[in-house]
């Protein structure tokens, strides 16, 4: 009992952040979508049938199928995700890709350093550089999240780096 009492503490989380891409449709309403495009098309289906215009019939279903592998690959890319997570003594990043692999690693958040490459006519790209060693985070987000992001992350490294302890015989 007294090797439990004696372990270290884990390190107090200061900032955490998951990254993940925008998707502008829920699953409900991708689904609603799309059963209103093949809707659509068996509509129009129809109409080429009667029309006697049979060649339209394959093309219109090659458009279907072709635009519901689109949208699957859409909702799949959804799943990759970047989880970033500052403690005292390091910044680790895990990033799980769309097949479900993660992959992990930390950078001591002493040296850490926060930088917005900015490169005209791009969106730019933000990089954790930490003696010689940089990083890409976050680069399926948009400018203004990773903006957001980027002044998110100084903050927390400021505080973190710069700590307000309370004395109450100082006050």
Request: proline content about 6%; overall charge positive.
């Amino acid at each position: 009992m007294d090797s439990i009492a004696n372990s270290p503490e884990p390190p107090r989380l200061l900032f955490e952040a998951v990254v993940s891409p925008h998707r502008s449709l829920s699953r409900r309403a991708l689904k609603t979508v799309f059963g209103l495009m093949v809707c659509a098309s068996l509509m129009v289906t129809l109409l080429m049938f009667i029309l006697g215009a049979w060649p339209v019939i394959g093309f219109n279903g090659a458009d279907i199928a072709l635009a519901g592998f689109l949208l699957w690959l859409n909702m799949r890319a959804a799943r990759a995700r970047e989880v970033i997570s500052l403690s005292e003594a390091a910044l680790d990043v895990t990033r799980t890709d769309v097949n479900g692999r993660r992959v992990s690693f930390s950078l001591p958040a002493y040296w850490l350093k926060v930088v917005l490459h900015e490169r005209p006519g791009t969106v730019p790209k933000l990089l954790l550089t930490a003696r010689g060693t940089s990083v890409e985070l976050a680069h399926q987000l948009g400018e203004a999240p990773k903006r957001d992001l980027a002044a998110a992350l100084t903050a927390a490294l400021h505080r973190a780096r710069h700590p307000r302890f309370d004395n109450p015989q100082l006050r």
